[in-house]
């Protein structure tokens, strides 16, 4: 039997607004056009690949001739379709609510290469692009993911001292050139980054750099293990 509240707010598809059986879905047609990610996978950023898994490591063609700072990474999404409107609505159009479901595909995603023992960190945004925004978007997906998880969170160990460019219309090696040395560990509380293994969290990867510029100051900062994970994976000609 359902609830009064229920009766008068059913439960809404969190992209169209139709009726959904459970809180934070989708329904069937959205659900259709949402890429998520399955099968096998780059084991270092979750881009799906052809063929099946046997246990192996595999990599994509981006993460093979590059050297990561990180070990292993994952991705619940395709970033197209009705997923690249999910990412910009909780980027840039206050849907704070699109983060729990989110989070728990990312979870479900995780799941392959989950360590029970890590730490998640958000990727850190510039103090004025917080104020602006008013929320840093992989800091709320990782509080969803890490609870979804039952991780221990700490999304204030890593900082962003220089505001960088938008990423948008610049090539792979402008990113890297503009994310380089653009995040710290933070002078007083990133020391709990020693010895750990950290799970760091974002909305979306295309190149790596700025995955790999956290990645390379959480390893700074003594990390152990780094691991990745993204709501969206950018994939060339998805």
């Excluded at 992989?138 to 969170?153: M, N, P, Y």
């Excluded at 295309?206 to 691991?227: K, M």
Aim: proline share 8%; hydrophobic share 40%; glycine share 8%.
């Amino acid at each position: 039997m359902q609830s009064p509240l229920k009766l008068l707010f059913p439960p809404q598809c969190v992209t169209c607004g139709d009726p959904v059986e459970a809180e934070f879905g989708l329904c069937g047609p959205c659900w259709g056009k949402t890429p998520f990610i399955a099968g096998l996978v780059c084991d270092c950023c979750g881009t799906p690949l052809p063929g099946e898994e046997d246990g192996t490591r595999v990599l994509c063609d981006d993460c093979m001739p590059d050297e990561r700072p990180w070990g292993r990474g994952r991705s619940a999404l395709i970033y197209k379709d009705n997923a690249r409107r999910l990412v910009m609505a909780l980027k840039h159009g206050d849907r704070l609510d699109l983060a729990r479901p989110a989070g728990v595909w990312m979870a479900r995603a995780l799941t392959p290469i989950l360590d029970p023992e890590v730490l998640v960190v958000p990727v850190p945004v510039h103090w004025t692009r917080l104020m602006k925004r008013r929320y840093n978007q992989a800091a709320v997906l990782a509080k969803v993911l890490a609870t979804e998880a039952r991780l221990e969170f700490a999304p204030d160990l890593l900082i962003r001292p220089r505001r960088t460019l938008p990423h948008d219309r610049m090539g792979n090696a402008a990113r890297f050139a503009n994310m380089d040395g653009a995040i710290e560990p933070h002078p007083k509380r990133g020391s709990r980054l020693a010895g750990r293994k950290v799970l760091l969290v974002d909305d979306v990867m295309t190149s790596g750099a700025t995955l790999t510029a956290t990645a390379r100051a959480a390893r700074a900062a003594g990390a152990r293990d780094i691991d990745v994970i993204t709501l969206a994976r950018v994939v060339k000609d998805a």
